[in-house]
C-alpha cells in the first residue's frame, strides 16, 4: 500500500497536475482513506467506484478562480501528501442571446422569489449527503444536439449577465429526460429563471439539475434510478426556445457536467462504460 502512495508523490512531483477553472478534477489514489486539506475545505476521500482497494478525490474549481497553483494535503494513515495542482484559465466561448426584458431586468415583484429560489437551492447544493446512491457509470439524460456549452459568458439582450452553467441539449417538441444516475429527488418545482426545475441528489455533494421542464413525473424525497423518465423538456423560464439545460454541481459549485461524467466514468472498466452509458 505505501509502494502506491511513494508512486503518486513520484508522479505529482514530477509531471503535476492540471485543473480548469470551472472543471471539476477526479483525482485517483492509493487509499479510500483521509482527506485533502485545502483553504477552504476539507475534501473527504472516496471510495474509488470500481476499485475498492483505492480512493478518488473530487476536487471542484470556481468558475472565476484565476491561474494558480493549489497544494491541497491528502492526510490519512499512510502519512501526508502535498499534491501540487495547476489550475488554468479554460478558454470558453460566449454567446449573444436575446430573451424576454422581465428575464433580464425582472419587475421587483420578483426579485424577493428570485432570492428565495436562490437560497433555497444554495442550501441543497451544499449539504454533503454521506451516502453514494450510484454504482454504475453516469449517462446523458438524453440524446440529442447540444446547442450550449457550459461555461459559455452570455450576453442577454446587450448586457453581459452570466456564464453558463451547464449544457443545453435541442428539444423542439415535449421529450424525456432521462436521471443521469441513481439518486433521491430533492426539488420538483417552476422557478423564475430555471423554469420547471429538477434537482437530484446522487450522493457525496454530487447533484444533477434539469432546467426548462414542460412536465414532471417525480416528487421530492422519490428514489429515482439511472434511465428513468424524471419529466418531459420544455420551454419554462428565460430561454430563447425549447431545450434542456443540464447541469452538475460537486461540493456547492458547478462544475462542467460533460467533463465529470467523462472522469467519472472512465474509473469503470472500459466494456461497462461504453455499454452504459449514452454517447
Known amino acids: 500500500?505505501?509502494?502506491?502512495?511513494?508512486?503518486?508523490?513520484?508522479?505529482?512531483?514530477?509531471?503535476?497536475?492540471?485543473?480548469?477553472?470551472?472543471?471539476?478534477?477526479?483525482?485517483?489514489?492509493?487509499?479510500?482513506?483521509?482527506?485533502?486539506?485545502?483553504?477552504?475545505?476539507?475534501?473527504?476521500?472516496?471510495?474509488?467506484?470500481?476499485?475498492?482497494?483505492?480512493?478518488?478525490?473530487?476536487?471542484?474549481?470556481?468558475?472565476?478562480t484565476p491561474p494558480q497553483e493549489i497544494k491541497p494535503k491528502w492526510v490519512s494513515f499512510l502519512g501526508?501528501?502535498?499534491?501540487?495542482i495547476d489550475i488554468r484559465t479554460f478558454d470558453y466561448p460566449s454567446?449573444?442571446?436575446?430573451?424576454?426584458?422581465?428575464?433580464?431586468?425582472?419587475?421587483?415583484?420578483?426579485?424577493?422569489?428570485?432570492?428565495?429560489?436562490?437560497?433555497?437551492?444554495?442550501?441543497?447544493y451544499n449539504t454533503i449527503t454521506p451516502t453514494r446512491y450510484w454504482n454504475k457509470p453516469f449517462i446523458y439524460p438524453m440524446e440529442s444536439?447540444?446547442?450550449?456549452?457550459?461555461?459559455?459568458?452570455?450576453?442577454?439582450?446587450?448586457?453581459?449577465k452570466s456564464y453558463h452553467g451547464?449544457?443545453?441539449?435541442?428539444?423542439?417538441?415535449?421529450?424525456p429526460i432521462l436521471a443521469t444516475n441513481d439518486g433521491v429527488v430533492m426539488l420538483v418545482k417552476d422557478r423564475y429563471y430555471a423554469g420547471g426545475t429538477v434537482i437530484i441528489d446522487h450522493g457525496e455533494g454530487i447533484y444533477s439539475c434539469y432546467?426548462?421542464?414542460?412536465?414532471?413525473?417525480?416528487k421530492?424525497?422519490?428514489?429515482?434510478?439511472?434511465?428513468?423518465t424524471i419529466g418531459l423538456t420544455g420551454a419554462t423560464g428565460r430561454i430563447t426556445g425549447p431545450h434542456l439545460h443540464f447541469g452538475l454541481m460537486v461540493l456547492g459549485l458547478q462544475s462542467d457536467p460533460l467533463h465529470l461524467i467523462d472522469q467519472i466514468n472512465a474509473l469503470f472498466p472500459k466494456e461497462l462504460n461504453e455499454t452504459l452509458t449514452l454517447r
Do not use: C
Open 1 to 64: 500500500m505505501r509502494f502506491w502512495f511513494v508512486l503518486l508523490t513520484a508522479i505529482a512531483s514530477l509531471w503535476g497536475i492540471e485543473g480548469y477553472n470551472g472543471k471539476s478534477l477526479v483525482l485517483p489514489l492509493s487509499d479510500a482513506s483521509g482527506s485533502l486539506i485545502m483553504n477552504e475545505r476539507n475534501i473527504t476521500v472516496l471510495p474509488h467506484p470500481s476499485n475498492p482497494a483505492l480512493g478518488i478525490a473530487i476536487i471542484p474549481t470556481d468558475y472565476h
Open 80 to 84: 501526508e501528501l502535498e499534491i501540487p
Open 95 to 124: 454567446e449573444v442571446l436575446i430573451v424576454e426584458s422581465s428575464k433580464v431586468t425582472p419587475p421587483a415583484e420578483a426579485l424577493q422569489r428570485i432570492a428565495d429560489e436562490k437560497s433555497e437551492a444554495e442550501k441543497i
Open 145 to 160: 444536439n447540444i446547442t450550449s456549452l457550459y461555461g459559455s459568458a452570455r450576453t442577454y439582450n446587450g448586457v453581459l
Open 166 to 175: 451547464g449544457v443545453d441539449f435541442r428539444a423542439r417538441t415535449p421529450l
Open 211 to 218: 432546467f426548462h421542464m414542460s412536465q414532471f413525473d417525480v
Open 220 to 228: 421530492v424525497g422519490e428514489n429515482v434510478q439511472r434511465g428513468q
